[in-house]
């Protein structure tokens, strides 16, 4: 598997304080977690996506 099939699979957590404080499940989505730890790194796999099936 490469790096690249990592990017954007990143788990959801519960967030207990504001779930507990709002009667209902407040989830965080783990974007630290990609490779390059920032969310940023999804719009970067679609460019080079994007890139690759142009033949660039």
Known sequence: MGELALIGNT???RLKGPSE???CDIY???E???PG???KDRAA???VED???RGQ
């Open 11 to 13: 788990p959801l957590v």
């Open 21 to 23: 404080a709002t009667g």
């Open 28 to 30: 965080g989505k783990c």
């Open 32 to 34: 630290f977690a990609n």
């Open 37 to 39: 730890a920032s969310v």
């Open 45 to 47: 796999l679609s460019i």
């Open 51 to 53: 890139a690759e099936a």
